[in-house]
């Protein structure tokens, strides 16, 4: 592989003896991986019905890697929302913020959710994640990921964050920050980053990262917990923002990710190195920062940083509550064959269109929203039109009106592509809840033998 000149010297300089091991490297192919989708299947089911051969990832309890010759975004499973197709240490940051169920998590930089879905999967339903990111084009890939996730208690935002933290001061327990950079660490993975580098350089990405890195640190609550992650090399963008962080506000300080990690018995660090502060003249406690080399382990150039704000009195955080509204008559029949109980508080009507707010939802009139919470479905001329969303959200044993298709059967490709479909069997006329092998795809309305197609046009099988 070709790499720019410079980034070459550059890197000679930082790694020294180290380096012709890093270069070569560029001679080895990269690493493919999926994660697995903890909302619905647990990665032990996941291996038994999984079709295509995976390998565990040895720091992602949920990670596998595959073969470059398989295509797991062509399998059923892909569209019932089993995993995510994702770089192996791209896994690391989402999986390294130690988030509890319950807690108040925003994804700053989140699009297009390969880091998002797996805070969702930790929050496991309770609590709320606020996904933003600032380019409205890319938040629209990022709430389809949510959605096909099956994401129950996710908002979706598409702001600055400076304005973010006009609003949210103070307010998350966790936030996430993987910033925008130059993607030194995806030169082998994606070699047209290359350009991209040679355009805008270190610099450019490093103002950036200053910018936005101070607006998280105000959004987090005292004694709460942010991660900073980017996926290239440079100490300026690295240790170097961290740097400027702890030099700006002195309530934050850096720990070690791997030691405040719970449940490691079933993974293994090998390979991980630590950060550099000689590289940015900084403190020791840059040497907690975790450096990922894709000489060291299977995997591309990752940078992951842990900080703490110290606590001092806790705020109060309850920051105003949105109306909410009640159910109609027509939504509440479909809503009779769901068995979950909601809070009728949680549900809100914005013209005929039904939404379930996350409990913990702050008041975010004015923001640039792209889904306020889980968007149930719709009224369409006095008729309740389930969404795509709130099937993806459900297990199949939470509605009762369910057909249940195998991988294998032709119908099922049938049903991703958006063709009627014949059923033969014991069905009841009105909604179903199209499923493969127990897992909802999507939903199809019965006259008869006759199943109308619902799943959504924009998500279908090409
Ligand atoms: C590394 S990518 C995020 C990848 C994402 N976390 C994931 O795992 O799928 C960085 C993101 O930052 C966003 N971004 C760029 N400038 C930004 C800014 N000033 N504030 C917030 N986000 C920004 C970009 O649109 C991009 O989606």
Same mark, same amino acid.
């Given at each position: 592989m070709i790499l720019p000149k410079l980034f070459e010297e550059r890197m000679k300089n930082l790694l020294k003896d180290e380096y012709t091991y890093f270069l070569h490297s560029y001679d080895q192919k990269h690493y493919s991986g999926l994660r697995v989708n903890t909302l619905k299947i647990t990665p032990e089911e996941f291996e038994n019905i999984c079709p295509f051969k995976i390998t565990r990832i040895p720091w992602i309890e949920n990670g596998y890697y595959y073969s470059g010759? !398989?295509? &797991?975004? @062509?399998? &059923?499973y892909y569209h019932a929302g089993l995993y995510y197709i994702q770089e192996p240490s791209a896994m690391t940051p989402a999986n390294l913020l130690p988030i509890e169920p319950g807690d108040k998590v925003l994804d700053l930089c989140a699009a297009p959710g390969g880091k998002s879905t797996e805070l969702a999967a930790k929050l496991k339903g309770e609590g709320l994640l606020v996904a933003n990111d600032i380019s409205n084009s890319r938040a629209k890939a990022l709430l389809k990921n949510i959605e096909l996730f099956g994401v129950p208690n996710a908002v979706i935002v598409s702001e600055t964050p400076a304005k973010l933290a006009n609003y949210f001061e103070g307010y998350f327990d966790k936030i996430l920050v993987d910033a925008p950079c130059?993607?030194?660490?995806?030169f082998r993975k994606s070699p047209s980053i290359m350009k991209n580098w040679e355009q805008y350089g270190v610099d450019y990405y490093n103002k950036l990262q200053k910018e936005i890195i101070l607006f998280a640190a105000k959004m987090l609550r005292p004694g709460g917990k942010m991660l900073y992650s980017t996926c290239t090399f440079s100490p300026e963008e690295n240790e170097g923002t961290i740097k400027y962080l702890l030099e700006n506000c002195p309530e934050f300080h850096v720990l070690n990710p791997i030691e405040h990690k +719970?449940?490691?018995?079933?993974?293994s660090y090998e390979g991980f190195s630590y950060g550099k502060p000689e590289w940015v003249d900084g +403190? !020791? !406690?840059?040497?907690n920062c975790i450096r990922l080399w894709p000489h060291k382990i299977h995997g591309e150039g990752h940078f992951i940083t842990l900080l703490e704000k110290y606590s001092s009195q806790e705020k109060d955080s309850s920051i105003g509550k949105i109306n909410h509204g009640s159910l109609s008559g027509e939504a509440d029949e479909f809503m009779s064959h769901l068995n979950i109980e909601w809070d009728p508080k949680q549900i809100d009507i914005r013209e005929d269109k039904l939404y379930l707010y996350p409990k913990e939802l702050p008041a975010i009139k004015g923001l640039r929203i792209m @889904? &306020?919470?889980?968007?149930l479905g719709e009224m369409k001329k006095n008729r309740f039109e389930p969404s795509q969303a709130l099937a993806s959200s459900l297990k199949i044993s939470e509605y009762n009106q369910t057909i249940n298709l195998s991988a294998e059967d032709p119908d099922t490709i049938k049903y991703l592509k958006c063709e009627t479909i014949e059923v033969s069997g014991d069905y009841k006329d009105g909604w179903q809840l199209i499923c493969v092998d127990g897992y909802p795809l999507g939903w199809g309305k019965l006259t008869g033998q006759t199943l109308k197609n619902k799943y959504l046009p924009g998500w279908r099988w090409m």
């Open positions: 010759n !398989e295509q &797991p975004a @062509r399998h &059923p130059s993607g030194e660490g995806m +719970t449940n490691k018995e079933k993974v +403190t !020791e !406690e840059l040497k @889904r &306020p919470g889980l968007f």
